[in-house]
T-cell receptor
Framework: TQLLEQSPQFLSIQEGENLTVYCNSS?????LQWYRQEPGEGPVLLVT?????EVKKLKRLTFQFGDARKDSSLHITAAQPGDTGLYLCAGASYGQNFVFGPGTRLSVLP | NAGVMQNPRHLVRRRGQEARLRCSPMKGHSHVYWYRQLPEEGLKFMVYLQKENIIDESGMPKERFSAEFPKEGPSILRIQQVVRGDSAAYFCASSRSDTGLPGSSYNEQFFGPGTRLTVL
């Protein structure tokens, strides 16, 4: 059974600070996705990474896929209150369905 | 191009009643996935369907739960004789395909806004 762990589980920071959240597994994934979910809404896809070592940037968000494709990180620069939400990673393997991590709940205080 | 649509957004049922949750995938998407999310938790996979076929129902409880994705119309998740433990947010996602290169735009999942089921 594939499992994804995310850390930290909760994170509360001040506006303007930088942060990194992590997604780890003992399994190898062919692709990994990051989502942000706001209260009362469905998850919104932020990025998909597929190549080991790949780095993708989306404005102030930087996503990295580990060389071995077992882990990923999301770094946010100069966090804003609008970044508040639940950040979920999901991994997919050949012929398998997506597996979701439990999420990191981020709160950015003004 | 409308996104994934789910209805109702909120559903209240009494114990023993039936709940029907509907999901219309994005245009051009033929794959539908249902997930359940409890408060303060992540998403738990329930079932994966293509038109008229259940591909993987390994996450679905064996009793009272069923899902379908007919040739015409939305996908439906049906819960019979609901119990309080069924109270949760149910999300539907769709993708264009699960074939092609992994990580391609073809198998990216896009989620609907969810249906929040409350069982009294």
């Amino acid at each position: 059974t594939q499992l994804l762990e995310q850390s930290p589980q909760f994170l509360s920071i001040q506006e303007g600070e930088n942060l990194t959240v992590y997604c780890n597994s003992s399994s190898v994934f062919s692709s990994l996705q990051w989502y942000r979910q706001e209260p009362g809404e469905g998850p919104v896809l932020l990025v998909t990474v597929v190549t080991g070592g790949e780095v993708k940037k989306l404005k102030r968000l930087t996503f990295q896929f580990g060389d071995a494709r077992k882990d990923s990180s999301l770094h946010i620069t100069a966090a804003q209150p609008g970044d508040t939400g639940l950040y979920l990673c999901a991994g997919a393997s050949y012929g398998q369905n997506f597996v979701f991590g439990p999420g990191t709940r981020l709160s950015v205080l003004p | 191009n409308a996104g994934v649509m789910q209805n109702p957004r909120h559903l209240v049922r009494r114990r023993g009643q039936e709940a029907r949750l509907r999901c219309s995938p994005m245009k051009g998407h033929s794959h539908v996935y249902w997930y359940r999310q409890l408060p303060e938790e992540g998403l738990k996979f329930m079932v994966y369907l293509q038109k008229e076929n259940i591909i993987d129902e390994s996450g679905m409880p064996k009793e009272r739960f069923s899902a379908e994705f007919p040739k015409e119309g939305p996908s439906i998740l049906r819960i019979q004789q609901v119990v309080r433990g069924d109270s949760a947010a149910y999300f539907c996602a769709s993708s264009r395909s699960d074939t092609g290169l992994p990580g391609s735009s073809y198998n990216e999942q896009f989620f609907g806004p969810g249906t929040r089921l409350t069982v009294l």
